[in-house]
């Protein structure tokens, strides 16, 4: 099993920046990709970013593309989501979630376990 805890969402202003953390417990880690989520109200769960635990080989949806940064510090077991140049359109829960294998990581339905969320509001 793998537990997933997020912290560090909150109300922002347009243009400001959080740091999303990602906490992971449980079972090794070597060999999994750690991927950030959003949903906003009435949509679907999209892909932000993903991260190769053991390569750090990262992955970015072209709407975060040179805003977002995905990382992840080993000794920690933590994985982080800097988000600069924050927009309206950003406000969503997100999630952390992780799964074994590269294979359909931008796809929620692939990844086996999930964090509870974190609330990012940007205000205009």
């Known amino acids: 099993q793998v537990q997933l805890v997020e912290s560090g969402g909150g109300l922002v202003q347009a243009g400001g920046s959080l740091r999303l953390s990602c906490a992971a417990s449980?079972?090794?880690?070597?060999?999994?990709?750690m991927g950030w989520f959003r949903q906003a109200p009435g949509e679907e769960r999209e892909f932000v970013a993903a991260?190769?635990?053991?390569?750090?080989?990262?992955y970015d949806a072209d709407s975060v593309k040179d805003r977002f940064t995905i990382s992840r510090d080993n000794a920690k077991n933590t994985v982080y989501l800097q988000m600069n140049s924050l927009k309206p359109e950003d406000t969503a829960v997100y999630y952390c979630?992780?799964?074994?294998?590269?294979?359909?990581?931008?796809?929620?339905?692939?990844?086996?376990?999930w964090g509870q969320g974190t609330q990012v509001t940007v205000s205009p």
């Open positions: 449980g079972r090794t880690f070597r060999s999994v990709i």
């Open positions: 991260i190769n635990w053991s390569s750090g080989t990262t």
């Open positions: 979630a992780a799964k074994a294998g590269a294979i359909g990581l931008k796809y929620h339905r692939a990844y086996d376990y």
